[in-house]
């Protein structure tokens, strides 16, 4: 069984909190964590059963007298009216990690979390396998920034990959199956894991019934990955109106399939109305949306650039989550078309990221980190994010590192 860097935090926070709600992705291990995490006397039950979700929503009450604490309880976005009756029963016994639940609706929930169990649950967010977790170095994942400090020198390397291995590894993507299988059976997987996405999460439960075109508007999401997001342009190649177009990407990113980023400024307003990148979570499932039969393909094809800027988007931002952290991060954009491909903001300070297909960075890779000083903020440690396979100093305050190492 790998190791999650989110199991320790997860304990943590359960010896904390009565409730503990862990959202994400379907099929990224989040039942299988908490499996492994589970004692004995922790009962278990899946809303997926409709028996159970039946007696869930009609008869909370009767639900938890029937799954009594300590329960793990799967999919609970399928029975909201639970919330109230767990609210009921903490109260009534103030115990901490009585309830574990999972849901891949995380936005969706909110709501139903926030009117019956505000300060009674922590959220904790999970994604597929980071890097390290697959080579079994899941305790060293620390928050990106936190990592950074300590690789500064030519002996810091951790392993050493080639151009084909780091496109292979983008290519698989970060699923548990495709981790354990290597990639095999990779077509099959993501063809059967759409068709349930489609059919269970996307019509069932968001009342889409034209599974063809929002099959169609996935892929159009798929191949725009680390770019600007034109509402304009995605309603037009898969023939929408806007107003759908934010719905269904509303509807992908609550179900963790794609994040967006927003750039950065001072004034925290602006931080929302301007345009947003857009990511795809998994670099696997993107790339075979993307029609990429192969990872000679991927690397040599128009989306090498930004599936390995989406690889590192979602690395970082995972090295967070998985430590029970939000980051904040953002990317640069001015009016000059000049950009950073991320900065992220900590104490006050902005740190600028870089990321290159490269194994011999110059400092020319982080010529645009100068414009910062216009924001007249504190800059700190800036990054590029290469495929060399040792980290190398480029200035005073800029470090080039290898992908892997921080991943």
Known sequence: ?????????????????????????????????????????????????????????????????????????????????????????????????????????????????????AGRVAILEMLGFSFRETIDKANEVKPFLEMIKNLKSENDNTEEWTLKQMYQTIFNGSFPQMIVNKGKGRDVFFKSYLQTYIERDVRDYHGITNNLKFYNFVRSVAVRTGNLLNYSDLSRDVEIDVRTTKTWLDILERSGLIRLLYPYHLNLTKRIIKTPKIYFMDTGLCAYLAGMESPETLEAGYLTGSILETYAFIQIYMSYLHNGKEPGIYFYRDADQKEIDFLIEQNGMI?????????????????????????KKPIGQGTVLCLRNSSLPLAENVTAIPMWNVA
């Open 351 to 375: 740190f600028p990221v870089e990321v290159k297909k490269n194994a011999s960075p110059t400092m020319n890779d982080a010529k645009n980190f100068a414009i910062l000083k216009k924001l």
């Open 1 to 117: 069984m790998i190791q999650r860097t989110l199991s320790s935090t997860f304990i943590e926070v359960s010896d904390i909190f009565p409730v503990i709600l862990l959202t994400g992705m379907r099929q990224v291990g989040k039942s299988t964590l908490l499996e492994m995490l589970k004692t004995a006397g922790r009962k278990y039950v899946s809303l997926d059963s409709f028996d159970d979700r039946t007696l869930a929503k009609n008869n909370p009450a009767l639900f938890i007298q029937r799954y009594e604490p300590p329960v793990m309880i799967d999919e609970i976005q399928y029975a909201p009216e639970l919330f109230t009756a767990i609210k009921i029963h903490v109260d009534k016994n103030r115990q901490n990690g009585q309830f574990w639940l999972t849901g891949s609706q995380k936005f969706s929930l909110m709501k139903g979390i926030q009117e019956s169990l």
